[in-house]
Nanobody, 120 residues
Framework: QVQLLESGGGLVQAGGSLRLSCAASGSIFSIDNMNWYRQAPGKQRELVAGITSGGSTNYADPVKGRFTISRDYAKNMVYLQMNSLKAEDTAVYFC??????????????WGQGTQVTVSS
């Protein structure tokens, strides 16, 4: 069994910052890609940022230059540093992690989601 636990969401004024964290625990042999998605009310879930096992990163255009994804390999954690937040960043944010278990089977897991609300 694998669990993902997210934290760090909240209410912030436009221009402010938040840092999201996601911790993976359980039967983990290795972790491949780690991603952050978000879903705003009435909209589809969208990829915000991703980081590979090698540390390569990619970002959605709306967040480039403002958000930074990083990971801690020893702690099996992924972070999303969000700066210069805008009202349109308001959404539920989900971590998404590809995990290989001890039987070498890779599965994708989702966090429970954390609300980020940016007031204008």
């Amino acid at each position: 069994q694998v669990q993902l636990l997210e934290s760090g969401g909240g209410l912030v004024q436009a221009g402010g910052s938040l840092r999201l964290s996601c911790a993976a625990s359980g039967s983990i042999f290795s972790i491949d890609n780690m991603n952050w998605y978000r879903q705003a009310p009435g909209k589809q879930r969208e990829l915000v940022a991703g980081i590979t096992s090698g540390g390569s990163t990619n970002y959605a255009d709306p967040v480039k230059g403002r958000f930074t994804i990083s990971r801690d390999y020893a702690k099996n954690m992924v972070y999303l540093q969000m700066n210069s937040l805008k009202a349109e960043d308001t959404a539920v944010y989900f971590c998404n992690v590809y995990i290989k278990d001890f039987w070498r089977t890779t599965r994708v897991y989702w966090g429970q989601g954390t609300q980020v609300t940016v007031s204008s």
